[in-house]
């Protein structure tokens, strides 16, 4: 459902339900500061999620974790690639996730809740956090190979002895630096992430 206020957030923040709320565009700092206010989200966090020019990173708060990273998808118009960022403040019980525009990038997963398909309903936040960072992962690939496309193209035509002209083959190196350069980190995160999965084993069996 569509919230209109902060405040009927209030009751999903101690369930023992999973919630996920999702926040379209970061124009609202007010409204996001109040949410972050309300899930205790240390204010440098906030910083970097309205600061769209970020390193993918993760880094642990103890009672959450906050992930940042690009998501890559195609203009369904001009099939242009297009970057994003999104922040997702992962904790015990819930998901904050925050798109930098608006968008359906997400509307398989909120159909596979809303309709009880696949083992979203039944895991924890940690597993939703994973299924959000898949449907990105997968988007990568579908990006490189569009790139992957356009230079079989180029060698095609270069081949063919047709014109190729340097202004195309400029535009496919930039993208290809582009996007070594925001998904190359995602790497140093997922390493991350592993470490202090590895780190809660120990901590679980030193309590045990």
Known sequence: RVIKNIEECVPFKDQKSITWINVDGLKET???????????VHPLVLEDIVNTDQRPKMEDYGDYIYIVLKMLYLDPRTQDIISEQLSLIIGTNYVLSFQEKEGDYFDNIRGRIRYNKGRVRTMGAD????VLLDTIADNYFLVLEKIEED????EDRLMGAANVHASDIHHLKRELISLRKQVSPVRELVNALQRADALLHVVRAFDN
Not at 127 to 130: D, H, M, Q
């Open 127 to 130: 597993y939703l956090a994973y």
């Open 151 to 154: 230079i079989a193209q180029v």
């Open 30 to 40: 007010t409204l996001i500061a109040k949410l972050d206010h309300l899930f205790g």
